[in-house]
């Protein structure tokens, strides 16, 4: 018979003799672990902890006593004030029970734990490899991503801290994602070796953070030369040509795993419903907070009462089997049952790691059990083990699972409780639902031309929903009249589309015409800048409407000269309220935050660039989701407000003089209430009804048509501007300020500097005067047109920095909009 913990006889032994092995530290090391072989090319040997209630069956409440404790040496460390803020994070699969009662300790810490598990619906926030492991890669699933953007301390926790590479690798991913001043290691053992030792305090002062250590023992593996090797002989000295044979007690000593599992019929097992609390999230894959832990507890008597009553009478030693990361439940469950039943009570867990097992008392793995894995795992079919319980004489044993885990496999011919029921006489099993966070309503894929928009459907995405049906447009006057007597924001509703007249789209074709060669040298060079220093291959993300042409014309230099398919989206964002977050989340899961770019087709002062990124910090703070990179991508900076742009002369980009029939025949985005849902897409209308007048694609295919004559001067302008100095210096928001100020205007949100800002305000809105710098020459023509038909007068002024400036004064304006999009009043 198999004892849980070998009474006299160290479990690490036999492995100690035959390889040489020895463990160096703490008195109480040797009562913590025994050492075993396993099939790793990384790592021949194996620390077999006595007290974690993975392979070897222990006492529940010796197990959770040692999370416990170390929650609490932990909390001792920090002080309550900084204990209250922290946050536990727990590793798969071995250490996410001990991480969740370390969790218990600290106090009111909310938990986490890597999972090998991807859920659909359910965007990472984090992962990362574990360097020595059988199975290598973690993922990080909160319910609320914002769980681990606080500046709180840290608290990681593993099994054991050997090389450290693990931990550190986790730190060195949040750290660059959620920076914090403070992180905690706690470990059952710490076994680094003297070489690193010192890596701890070196990586700490590398992210200028504190980070300490906490175990409940220490010391060293001292390994002989060659040992990986020799391990390695010596597991393929003790295994069989049919050791791998599902259905089969492995035990090398005894060749007990030779047996065919028993063909006749097993006594079936008990299914036993906990009534678990329904919503109550069966461990910290996606996140366990204090109000969770307050509901577990309170329902934890029943449960365990539940279970002591379905237990057969003659039960005296009894095992409760969890599954691999379903650790904390199964360990909580076990520890209450043991409170209450005069049966001998013990816990471990199954799991993926394959150890080699030797039927010897100084040999930490006497038994396993191999079945087949039962949760339909990402990384497909394989093999799943039990340790120690074939052959340890218990009575009962309660398998409990998670709903995702009952399935056809756990109930086959060789399946899991199959194998227990063969050696056991009393099988049950509890299930626990999976939990699933709750998921907002999805968002759709985005809509494409020639449903929505002229482009053709791999020119653009555009992350907006279609409100072509709803009549939104109202004359400019009355519309702003609405605005300023009612608060209404800008963006509820849209202007009547402008009808550009015969003489006015001839300007257009002639000003094409002259710029051509200027805008694709423009184009050229900002798609260099971003893929030399933003990243090689970005996510072209443009701010709808004015910037989409911009990213078709990035998109397709990045295809005519490196053969580079981006993909490109258009987003809303409106000044006032951010840009659409929703549209961030969809790009959160289907590309790496920092791979987006986001492009706009010029700048004026700036406020859409300081409106980006105040709307991306705050999305960063509500959603947990970084990487995001509030940086705008543009064509010209005439106000010197981005680091990445073409150019920062300001001057006609064409796209500027005309409306939806430029930009793909899109309206301005539209953001109302009543329209858009907290989980819907901001709206836009796809004027259909234009499309005799559409020049959007005749625009992208002249600029395009010019890229190979001016491949030589991108590249030396590209080259100029990746050795210069592109800091802003926001020259263009200072002259806003004297502009507003000298023409007792009061407002810079009334004042729009530069050709493509005072084409908008001569189309959209009812302007006051147009400023024009003399001698501008050609890039005004279509500026003093518009003004002519309008009725606006154009001065010219000697020292202007930008070609020319719009002013809209509340005075003779109704309707005039500020920084927040609404009226202003005086």
């Known amino acids: 018979m198999i004892n849980a913990v070998n009474k006299g006889i160290w479990s690490?032994?036999?492995?100690?003799?035959?390889?040489?092995?020895?463990?160096?530290?703490?008195?109480?090391?040797?009562?913590?672990?025994?050492?075993?072989?396993?099939?790793?090319?990384?790592?021949?040997?194996?620390?077999?902890?006595?007290?974690?209630?993975?392979?070897?069956?222990?006492?529940?409440?010796?197990?959770?006593?040692?999370?416990?404790?170390?929650?609490?040496?932990?909390?001792?460390?920090?002080?309550?004030?900084?204990?209250?803020e922290a946050v536990v994070l727990g590793y798969a699969e071995t250490a996410t029970g001990l991480g969740h009662s370390v969790a218990d300790g600290v106090g009111?810490?909310?938990?986490?734990?890597?999972?090998?598990?991807?859920?659909?619906?359910?965007?990472?926030?984090g992962g990362f490899e574990e360097s020595h492991s059988h199975a290598t890669s973690h993922l990080l699933l909160p319910e609320d991503p914002a769980l681990l953007a606080g500046d709180g301390p840290l608290v990681l926790v593993d099994d054991e801290f050997s090389t450290g590479n693990t931990i550190l690798n986790t730190i060195r991913d949040l750290h660059a994602r959620y920076p914090r001043d403070r992180y905690v290691v706690v470990a059952l053992v710490d076994m680094r070796s003297a070489a690193d030792a010192g890596r701890l305090e070196e990586f700490?002062?590398?992210?200028?953070?504190?980070?300490?250590?906490?175990?409940?023992?220490?010391?060293?593996?001292?390994?002989?030369?060659?040992?990986?090797?020799?391990?390695?002989?010596?597991?393929?000295?003790?295994?069989?040509s049919h050791s791998g044979a599902r259905g089969c007690v492995e035990s090398a000593a005894t060749a007990a795993w030779a047996r065919p599992a028993p063909t006749a019929p097993h006594p079936a097992t008990h299914r036993l419903d906990l009534l678990w609390p329904r919503n109550l999230p069966d461990g910290g894959r996606h996140g366990f907070t204090p109000r969770h832990r307050i509901r577990l507890e309170s329902a934890l008597p029943t449960m365990a009462a539940r279970l002591a009553e379905a237990l057969p009478t003659t039960a005296h030693r009894v095992h409760i089997l969890g599954f691999e990361e379903l650790m904390y439940a199964p360990l909580r469950l076990a520890r209450e049952l043991e409170q209450i039943t005069d049966a001998e009570v013990t816990y471990s867990t199954t799991t993926r790691s394959p150890v080699l097992a030797v039927d010897d008392p100084g040999y930490a793995i006497r038994s396993r059990i191999t079945f087949p894995a039962h949760d339909n795992p990402a990384d497909g079919p394989g093999d799943r083990y039990a340790y120690n319980v074939a052959g340890a004489g218990f009575d009962a044993v309660v398998a409990v699972v998670d709903s995702c885990a009952d399935t056809p496999q756990l109930h086959a011919p060789d399946g899991l409780l199959a194998q227990l029921a063969a050696h056991i006489p009393h099988v049950l099993l509890a299930v626990i639902p999976s939990y699933v966070p709750e998921r907002p309503a999805m968002l759709p894929e985005p809509l494409r031309g020639p449903a929505f928009s002229s482009y053709a459907p791999e020119e653009v995405g555009w992350l907006l929903q279609d409100l072509s049906d709803v009549t939104l447009e109202a004359p400019t006057e009355e519309r702003e009249e609405a605005i300023q007597s009612g608060g209404a924001h800008y963006a509820e509703s849209l202007?009547?589309?402008?009808?550009?007249?015969?003489?006015?789209?001839?300007?257009?074709?002639?000003?094409?015409?002259?710029?051509?060669?200027?805008?694709?040298?423009?184009?050229?060079?900002?798609?260099?800048?971003?893929?030399?220093?933003?990243?090689?291959?970005?996510?072209?993300?443009?701010?709808?409407?004015?910037?989409?042409?911009?990213?078709?014309?990035?998109?397709?230099?990045?295809?005519f000269r490196h053969g580079l398919d981006l993909p490109h989206y258009a987003v809303s964002i409106v000044r006032g309220r951010g840009i659409d977050a929703n549209a961030l989340r969809w790009l959160a899961a289907h590309h790496d935050p920092q791979d987006v770019v986001f492009v706009d087709g010029w700048t004026g002062k700036g406020a859409i660039t300081r409106e980006l990124a105040d709307a991306v910090k705050e999305f960063e703070a509500s959603d947990g989701v970084t990487g995001f990179d509030p940086e705008i991508a543009v064509l010209a900076d005439p106000g010197s407000c981005v680091r990445t742009y073409g150019t920062r002369e300001d001057f006609l980009i064409p796209s500027a003089c005309l409306n939806s029939t430029v930009s793909g025949l899109i309206s301005r985005t539209v953001l109302r209430s009543d329209l858009v849902g907290p989980h819907d897409f901001h709206g836009a209308k796809f004027y259909r009804e234009l499309a005799g007048a559409d020049v959007s694609?005749?625009?992208?295919?002249?600029?395009?048509?010019?890229?190979?004559?001016?491949?030589?001067?991108?590249?030396?302008?590209?080259?100029?501007?990746?050795?210069?100095?592109?800091?802003?210096?926001?020259?263009?928001?200072?002259?806003?300020?004297?502009?507003?100020?000298?023409?007792?205007?009061?407002?810079?949100?009334?004042?729009?500097p530069g050709v493509g800002e005072t084409t908008r305000v001569l189309l959209r809105r009812v302007p006051w005067k147009i400023l024009a710098r003399a001698g501008a020459g050609a890039d005004l023509d279509h500026v003093k047109l518009l003004a002519e038909q309008r009725g606006v007068p154009v001065e010219e002024v000697a020292e202007l920095p930008y070609t020319c400036v719009g002013l809209i004064h509340p005075r003779f304006t109704r309707g005039a909009t500020g920084a927040d999009g609404r009226a202003v009043n005086v």
Request: hydrophobic letters at 45%; glycine letters at 8%; proline letters at 6%.
């Open 697 to 752: 694609v005749d625009f992208v295919d002249a600029v395009a048509a010019r890229f190979p004559e001016v491949v030589e001067a991108v590249d030396a302008q590209a080259k100029e501007l990746l050795s210069g100095d592109r800091e802003p210096t926001w020259e263009g928001w200072a002259a806003v300020e004297r502009i507003s100020e000298e023409f007792g205007i009061h407002d810079v949100n009334l004042v729009k």
């Open 108 to 125: 009111l810490a909310p938990y986490l734990h890597s999972t090998r598990r991807p859920v659909p619906g359910v965007a990472p926030a």
């Open 204 to 240: 700490a002062r590398e992210i200028g953070a504190r980070v300490d250590l906490v175990a409940a023992a220490s010391g060293t593996v001292k390994l002989p030369e060659g040992v990986l090797e020799k391990g390695q002989s010596l597991v393929a000295q003790h295994e069989v």
């Open 495 to 559: 202007p009547v589309e402008y009808q550009p007249s015969e003489q006015y789209q001839e300007l257009f074709h002639a000003a094409l015409e002259t710029t051509a060669t200027r805008l694709a040298q423009a184009v050229g060079a900002v798609t260099e800048v971003v893929l030399a220093e933003r990243s090689p291959r970005p996510v072209l993300v443009s701010l709808a409407r004015a910037g989409t042409p911009v990213g078709v014309l990035m998109r397709r230099w990045a295809q």
């Open 12 to 84: 690490g032994s036999w492995v100690a003799e035959r390889l040489g092995v020895e463990l160096v530290g703490d008195q109480k090391l040797t009562d913590l672990l025994g050492l075993a072989l396993r099939r790793n090319p990384k790592r021949a040997h194996l620390l077999v902890s006595n007290v974690l209630g993975k392979h070897v069956p222990q006492s529940p409440t010796v197990v959770y006593g040692y999370g416990f404790t170390l929650g609490r040496r932990v909390r001792e460390l920090l002080g309550a004030e900084e204990a209250a």
